[in-house]
């Protein structure tokens, strides 16, 4: 998540990749560049980290990047919801649009330079453009996840946002090949193409445990709220965690075991499933491994 904000315990990281521009521009003579940068990031950040807060969200950590952040943030178990989420994550990228109509309107007023507000415009307009690639870590990533979860699942969703990162990255990485051929070279473009393919690797790797941390929330989570029924056919030779990859927020799961002719073996409801995944060993288990008895539904 893009977010950030000093707050009361809550670590404040920067990203060597910031670092590294910030010498580059430095280097350059470009000091108040990147004083606006930063001003910009924070601000940003502060548009995120204002609306998760306000929806009760803390903020365990906070990693600045060059065009953002990356924030851990916490809740109450099964908290995670994706209206929520699509309201956190577009709050960076809102943010730098009022800036930009900001900056035009203290142009228009004569308050600031031609040149200051046309450089202003342009880093506002280039996080935000940046940030709604639909590619996690960034925040269209995030939109994309969120969107998209109640129809392919949780987990499903995250790793087609991940998928997405790289080609994204390789979309990227051309852009700034077509830059040094017409003699232009853009090694910011490179350089975050770099940044987002290395950290959809290991986002790719984290996916399968984040999605665990949202399903024993979900399972621990209180069920007073109504939710649509969400029906899963699976086969019985298919594992309990690949099953729990296509789970969806907001809605109750029952999943009907199917033998080799396509046939109704037995019905397993929501809670019931998550007590099996969680037992031991049970996400490299085949559902059909059913201990016991399985549930009929028909008594």
């Not at 590619?135 to 998209?148: E, F, K, T, Y």
């Not at 949780?154 to 830059?179: I, K």
């Not at 929330?217 to 296509?246: D, F």
Request: proline share 6%; charged share 15%.
């Amino acid at each position: 998540m893009a977010a950030g904000a000093a707050g009361k315990g809550m670590p404040i990281r920067v990203h060597p990749l910031f670092l590294f521009l910030v010498a580059l521009a430095v280097a350059a003579g470009l000091v108040w560049e990147v004083i606006v940068v930063f001003c910009v990031v924070v601000i940003h950040e502060l548009a995120h980290i204002a609306v998760a807060r306000a929806f009760g969200y803390r903020i365990r950590e906070l990693t600045l990047l060059p065009f953002g952040g990356v924030a851990i943030i916490e809740g109450e178990p099964g908290a995670w919801s994706p209206g929520r989420e699509v309201w956190i994550a577009a709050a960076g990228p809102l943010a730098n649009g009022i800036l930009t109509g900001v900056a035009l309107v203290l142009y228009s007023a004569q308050i600031w330079s031609e040149g200051f507000a046309a450089f202003f415009v342009r880093v506002n307009l280039t996080m935000m453009l940046f940030n709604l690639l639909p590619a996690l870590p960034l925040d269209g990533g995030r939109i994309w996840r969120a969107v998209s979860s109640r129809t392919f699942g949780y987990g499903r969703a995250g790793e087609l946002a991940v998928n997405s990162a790289f080609w994204c990255s390789g979309a990227l990485a051309t852009l700034g090949a077509g830059t040094a051929i017409w003699g232009a070279p853009h090694v910011g473009m490179w350089a975050l193409a770099g940044f987002l393919a290395i950290s959809a690797r290991q986002i790719r790797r984290e996916i399968p445990y984040e999605a665990a941390r949202w399903l024993y929330g979900l399972k621990k989570a209180p069920k007073s709220e109504p939710r649509a029924v969400r029906p899963l056919a699976v086969h019985r030779y298919m594992r309990a965690g690949e099953i729990a990859r296509y789970f969806a927020p907001e809605a109750f799961h029952l999943i009907a075991v199917l033998d080799d002719e396509g046939k109704i073996i037995f019905i397993i409801e929501e809670q019931e499933f998550l007590e099996f995944l969680f037992a031991p060993g049970g996400f490299g288990k085949a559902i059909g491994e059913w201990p016991g008895e399985p549930p009929n539904l028909s008594s």
